[in-house]
């Protein structure tokens, strides 16, 4: 199994320093040996980053498992995974023979000013399928080359090594983007369940709302089906079948929890609230509100 802790707590639990001169870049950068980070006695390997706001490149050697919605993909040897913060999974070690490399960046790091490609727009970042290559021994022996590149790099004194690390880990995604993804198979076995826990993760993922440049991305129940690669239909069905209510009932739910908060906890004004939970009308949200609480914004704030 996997933890999730801080990036914070994942320096201090590891033992392991931050990189070099990162305070003065924008964005985060780092590489890691999957082994020092497995522990053989529980199984647990603990995740440098929180899914909202970490991407993740792997070098993974071992027997695992991938769980994506409603698939599961198997992996018997050498793989090569690409992770975005905005599409969840379960990552199942199988054994404890558990080697590799992986490395974690922001999208601040990484950004279009800087590499000149955005990377939300790449093919291998997109919503639909979770994107595990099967590796051959002389791709394997590639990548590997590129991530202790990488490594060495980062512990060196070049006064611009990020910038060659940006291009090294530019050169990874492309790498990815030429192969063939593994087959992912249909798995009934929990699949209601699992799609239902991603789903719950993908709308908790948005919030708290803490500034007034956070939007709320995903509103409506086919942006969640979109990014959980299943029909908006199954979705609903799931969803009701786990929990009760149907999709747009629980993000409804949720989105009126976090405006109410706003409005009683925060100084800013309704249109701003409107703004943030995805409304551009502030009429818009204001009729939404009184309908699921029969108070007014300004009403309830009082």
Not at 288 to 300: I, V
Request: glycine share 4%.
């Amino acid at each position: 199994m996997m933890t999730n802790t801080s990036l914070q707590d994942f320096y201090k639990e590891a033992k392991t320093k931050l990189p070099e001169g990162i305070s003065k870049e924008v964005g985060h950068f780092n590489i890691f040996e999957t082994e020092k980070l497995f522990d053989l006695k529980t199984g647990v390997r603990t995740m440098p980053y929180s899914r909202r706001d970490y991407y993740k490149i792997s070098l993974i050697k071992g027997k695992n498992r991938a769980e994506y919605a409603d698939k599961t993909i198997d992996i018997q040897e050498n793989a090569l995974l690409f992770a975005t913060p905005k599409i969840p999974y379960h990552w199942i070690p199988q054994d404890n023979h558990q080697t590799g490399l992986f490395c974690i960046f922001t999208a601040d790091f990484l950004s279009k000013s800087k590499v000149g490609v955005a990377l939300d727009d790449l093919p291998i970042f997109q919503p639909g399928e979770l994107p595990v290559f099967q590796l051959n021994s002389e791709q394997t022996t590639d990548l590997e080359y590129i991530f202790r590149k990488m490594s060495r790099e980062i512990n060196s004194d070049y006064a611009y090594k990020y910038d060659l690390i940006r291009n090294l880990v530019l050169e990874l995604i492309h790498y990815g983007q030429k192969l063939q993804p593994m087959p992912a198979l249909k798995s009934t076995a929990n699949a209601s369940d699992r799609i239902a826990a991603l789903f719950i993760e993908l709308l908790e993922r948005q919030f708290p709302i803490e500034s007034i440049g956070q939007k709320l991305v995903l509103r409506s129940a086919k942006d969640y089906a979109d990014r959980l690669a299943v029909h908006t239909n199954h979705l609903n069905k799931v969803l009701k079948e786990v929990t009760g209510q149907t999709t747009t009932a629980i993000i409804s739910n949720r989105v009126i929890q976090e405006s109410k908060i706003l409005l009683k906890q925060s100084d800013w004004n309704i249109s701003e609230i409107a703004y943030v939970m995805g409304y551009e009308d502030q009429a818009h949200f204001s009729h939404f509100f009184k309908k699921q609480t029969s108070f007014t914004p300004a009403g309830f704030r009082t």
